[in-house]
């Protein structure tokens, strides 16, 4: 596993220039508050000057490349003639993809520290913001939710790029996930409002997940219709769904 891995990092920083990922990731909070003083506010801060949303969707294009592109140059040739099973080299790729994920969130989040320091001097991290506690509690769940967002996403990023071998389609999906939340608010709804047992449905337990912590148990079970405790079963088992099939077209997958 520790040949893999090192093959694996390799390859990341060799073929999708992971280093840049990472130094963007670092550069965009300390870019946004600084060029934007709109941005220099407490939300903008808990967001990590909105790179949130860049680690997001950096961390889904490197899942959909760490796949596509091990087909698509023809890399997994020589990994499986060396006696690597498929099992132990998918697992590689999600060992690099968490790892990446952590990479970016712990970037960002230097680049958001040092971005206050620099043009929000007298903010203060320890006021409390409420529920969430204060500044520095409410980064961490940010990020917490939204690592718990990009694990739910990657799953179906990793099935459509296996399932149809491009990691354009993937990655629009991963994108459309992220983005049109209040589109999939709508349609959870909307399936909620046809039938109450399609509370269960992904999109609902996708919009749940994002806001465990930020709201409190009574208030997220009006909004998603199911406890705290029923969103959180549920997305796990909806990741072990989702993982196990893109493993088995992994697996399955000419090479």
């Known amino acids: 596993m520790l040949t893999l ?3 694996e990092y390799y390859k990341a920083f060799k073929q999708n220039k992971l280093y840049i990922w990472l130094i963007l990731s670092f550069a965009f909070p300390i870019a946004i508050i600084g060029i934007f003083k709109s941005q220099r506010t407490m939300a903008s801060v ?7 949303l860049y680690v997001q969707m950096a961390g889904i294009i490197i899942t959909a490349l760490s796949v596509s592109q091990e087909f698509g140059f023809g890399t997994i ?8 099973s498929r099992g132990s080299v998918f697992v590689s790729k999600l060992l690099l993809n968490l790892s990446v994920y952590i990479g970016l969130f712990v970037t960002a989040f230097i680049g958001t520290v040092l971005a206050v320091a620099l043009f929000i001097p007298k903010y203060d991290f320890s006021k409390s913001l409420g529920y969430t506690g204060n500044s520095w509690q409410t980064m961490g769940i940010g990020m917490l939710d939204t690592a718990i967002q990009m694990i739910f996403v990657a799953a179906l990023v990793l099935m459509i790029t296996n399932l149809v071998k491009s990691s354009g389609a993937a990655i629009g999906l991963g994108v459309v996930m992220i983005v049109a939340t209040p589109i999939l608010s709508a ?16 999109f609902n337990i996708y919009l749940g997940m994002s806001n465990i912590g930020m709201l409190s148990p009574n208030i997220l079970k009006q909004a998603m219709h199911i406890s705290q405790n029923g969103v959180i079963v549920a997305y796990l088992i909806y990741i072990a769904l989702m993982y196990g099939i893109a493993y088995l077209i992994f697996k399955k997958r000419s090479v």
């Open 187 to 202: 349609i959870s709804l909307k399936l909620i409002d046809l039938a109450p047992f399609l509370k269960w449905n992904p």
């Open 77 to 84: 040739r020589p990994l499986l003639s060396r006696r690597f």
């Open 46 to 52: 808990i967001n990590l000057g909105q790179a949130l």
């Open 5 to 7: 891995m090192k093959q």
